[in-house]
């Protein structure tokens, strides 16, 4: 088990940027795909962004391909998801997943181990 914990959360205006970090504990890290998600208040759960062990590979949901961008450090044990061009309809709170499986996905399921979550808020 892997302990996560998100940061970097906050409210930004419509057009800005914010840095989200999710910080492991454990010497396993590098042995984990990682993944982001969100949850927008009254909707379910939504997958963002993974990046593969070594860092080598990323896949993104349509909603954010071109604005967001997932990467890792394996010698701090932390993940980073850099949000560009943020819109309203970004704002969720946003969570960090740890999976332990061969190969990543986008199912939720598949994640092991889950942040607290950290609250982004976009305004218009």
């Known amino acids: 088990q892997v302990l996560l914990v998100e940061s970097g959360g906050g409210l930004v205006q419509a057009g800005g940027s914010l840095r989200l970090s999710c910080a492991a504990s454990?010497?396993?890290?590098?042995?984990?795909?990682m993944g982001w998600f969100r949850q927008a208040p009254g909707k379910e759960r939504e997958f963002v962004a993974f990046?593969?062990?070594?860092?080598?590979?990323?896949y993104y949901a349509d909603s954010v391909r071109g604005r967001f961008t997932i990467s890792r450090d394996n010698a701090k044990n932390t993940v980073y998801l850099q949000m560009n061009s943020l819109k309203p309809e970004d704002t969720a709170v946003y969570y960090c997943?740890?999976?332990?499986?061969?190969?990543?996905?986008?199912?939720?399921?598949?994640?092991?181990?889950w942040g607290q979550g950290t609250q982004v808020t976009v305004s218009s």
């Open positions: 997943a740890a999976d332990r499986g061969i190969v990543p996905g986008t199912n939720q399921n598949a994640y092991d181990d």
């Open positions: 454990g010497r396993t890290f590098s042995s984990y795909h």
């Open positions: 990046i593969i062990r070594s860092g080598g590979s990323t």
